[in-house]
């Protein structure tokens, strides 16, 4: 398995609640894909430096996990009709922070 790291933009609609039901829907559907998830860890929120799809701000969030690489395009996907994600970028760990 590979080490990942999930960079997740949250709408600014939603309230707390529904930030942690969306944060934990993420660690599930890496769970679902055959991976493992730590917690996710909530970076705040942030003014966009442009609009995207009429939003200014948007609820930041990290999230490291562990997916066989055959998995993570499914993976991302998925997440992507979810209405609590509103941006998703995941990108491989170098083998030196794997350690």
Known sequence: ??????MVI???SLTEDE???GLDRLTQAVKAQGGEAGKASRMGRKTFARPMKKQTV???ALL??????DKVDPFIK???LDEAIFRIQVSRLPEAAQA
């Open 1 to 6: 398995m590979n080490r990942y790291e999930a």
């Open 10 to 12: 949250l709408p600014e």
């Open 19 to 21: 930030i942690e039901q």
């Open 58 to 60: 948007g609820e930041y």
């Open 64 to 69: 490291r996990f562990e997916m066989d690489g």
């Open 78 to 80: 998925s997440l992507k």
